[in-house]
């Protein structure tokens, strides 16, 4: 096999380190970046290079910011009476996607896992006991996903957020919008018939 | 709903105007480039530009290259007796992953379409009876896609090709390696039976 363009080449590899993007897609990739204006492309390249120039953690939640305080810890029009901690900043986007949630967010940046050796000192934790102590929320929503990791780091967060007088809360577990039963795993059942709701 | 990036946001634009990748997707490959080394990004962003300003139309074939004569163009160890005519340049890149063809090809840069109005002279066309003319190859594979304006392509040469007494064929249709008769729409199956191969 040969190639006739050593630079298309170099482009389909580096489009290979995306997630989701095999060999294929990367080819098909560079292929359209070819026949895209320059301008455009040169759009694309200066967006890359600027997030990676510019962006910095927010020095209130731990997410991603443009400046020192993101837009959302800056934004005093939210409800300061709610605190939704995440695993990493891109949950934050989710749920904004999703709408609904006007509170404040305090991001995590992992999870417990002591086969990876994540201890709860590896996550951004003291810093949102310190922000329960301080900024007083009534509630703190634990939006962890429900794996093995997002349970054992909700039950130790919960373990040190109750005593401070806050209510603790983690999201729901149950069926999905628009799922069918007979599709649905077991556990997800389970889950779903334990966490019951009154009508 | 509040981002709290414009950079991200910026980025994740840019990235939907790719094929194949929508709001969501570009949201996440926004994300997994917030987590890649600078480095990594940086390399992604110039390979973007580095194949925008480098890459050129090869002088004999049509195709892409990163000087004046593609790498297959150039390379003389190749069968001269075969000219395949293929649509695009990426068509080349997706003959030669396959491998089993060793001769040249020749890139028409779109087919014959009167609907989009293109006629046979927007075509490099001129350029491909020229080369039949002083290269001689015995043999003309016409490997255009499978469609009405594909079909059309592969006559109109066909008709210009054979008075030079070259021979012109063009790639079998029927059944994918690896289908499945039941699954297979009846176009094909016809196509399949007409091309029939003795045993």
Do not use: Q, W
């Not at 086969?115 to 900024?135: M, V």
């Not at 729901?172 to 889950?191: F, H, M, N, Q």
């Amino acid at each position: 096999m040969e190639n006739p363009s050593r630079y298309l080449d170099a482009l389909a590899k580096e489009f290979t380190r995306l997630p989701g993007i095999g060999a294929k897609s990367a080819s098909r990739l560079a292929c359209h970046i070819l026949k895209m204006r320059d301008d455009d492309v040169f759009s694309l390249a200066g967006a890359l290079i600027e997030l990676k120039k510019n962006i910095v953690t927010c020095e209130v939640c731990g997410g991603i910011s443009d400046s020192g305080i993101c837009s959302i810890c800056a934004d005093k029009s939210r409800d300061i009476s709610m605190l939704c901690v995440v695993e990493n900043a891109k949950d934050i986007i989710t749920i904004e996607a999703a709408g609904g949630f006007r509170g404040y967010y305090h991001v995590l940046s992992g999870l417990i896992s002591p086969l990876d050796g994540i201890g709860p000192d590896e996550l951004n934790i003291s810093a949102l006991i310190k922000r329960c102590a301080s900024a007083r929320p009534v509630e703190i929503i634990l939006a962890l996903n429900p794996t093995i990791e997002g349970d054992a780091t909700s039950l130790y967060l919960a373990g040190l957020i109750s005593p401070m007088s806050i209510a603790v809360s983690r999201i729901a577990r149950g069926l999905p919008v628009g799922a069918d039963l007979e599709y649905a795993d077991s556990a997800t059942i389970i889950k779903s018939i334990e966490g019951r709701v009154r009508m």
